[in-house]
T-cell receptor, first 118, second 118 residues
């Protein structure tokens, strides 16, 4: 069965510090996708990134970067120069194909609550 | 930018009452989902819907739950007789078809409906 582990329940850092959120996954599939979603205090889920299992290149988008390492089944997320607006719960998720090919569900980790202290 | 919308944003109901949660997916999307998040916990898959039928459902999605796409734009989740443990945030998500009709395109989430059963 698919599993996503986010071992860090809560992290607090002072503004402008860098912070890394860890995500470790388990899957038997050879093709899969990994995602990060942000859940701000208002409650919605905001898509941040999607990465497929064949692309291990790191990705950078502004202050955000992602490190995908298939050898360790990890997909970590780093925020550089953190800002108060980054305060949120961050979820890592793994796609799992359903019996009806062409469809899938997401398996979410338990989330990491990130608090940026001004 | 197109987005998934959900109504109502909050719903309070008495145990045993029926509730209908409404979602308007992004217009060119063909796959639809419901997830739920009990307060402080992770997001869990409930059901996926494609071509006017359920593709897959989780163990949570028992006979009290049903989904429908009544008019080609709305996508609804009905809970027939609510229980206290149904209190949660319910998220609707949608995605467009993947390459060759396959999965793994990004699921975009609505802002959620917070359901409280008293």
């Amino acid at each position: 069965a698919q599993k996503v582990t986010q071992a860090q329940t809560e992290i607090s850092v002072v503004e402008k510090e860098d912070v890394t959120l860890d995500c470790v996954y388990e899957t038997r599939d050879t093709t899969y996708y990994l995602f990060w979603y942000k859940q701000p205090p208002s409650g919605e889920l905001v898509f941040l990134i999607r990465r497929n299992s064949f692309d291990e290149q790191n990705e950078i988008s502004g202050r955000y970067s992602w490190n995908f390492q298939k050898s360790t089944s990890s997909f970590n997320f780093t925020i550089t120069a953190s800002q108060v607006v980054d305060s949120a719960v961050y979820f890592c998720a793994l796609s799992e194909p359903l019996l009806n090919f062409g469809n899938e569900k997401l398996t979410f980790g338990t989330g990491t609550r990130l608090t940026i202290i001004p | 930018e197109p987005e998934v919308t959900q109504t109502p944003s909050h719903q309070v109901t008495q145990m045993g009452q029926e509730v209908i949660l409404r979602c308007v997916p992004i217009s060119n999307h063909l796959y639809f989902y419901w997830y739920r998040q009990i307060l402080g916990q992770k997001v869990e898959f409930l059901v996926s819907f494609y071509n006017n039928e359920i593709s897959e459902k989780s163990e949570i999605f028992d006979d009290q739950f049903s989904v429908e796409r009544p008019d080609g734009s709305n996508f609804t989740l009905k809970i027939r007789s609510t229980k206290l443990e149904d209190s949660a945030m319910y998220f609707c998500a949608s995605r467009e078809p993947g390459l060759a009709g396959g999965p793994y395109e990004t699921q975009y989430f609505g802002p959620g409906t917070r359901l409280l059963v008293l």
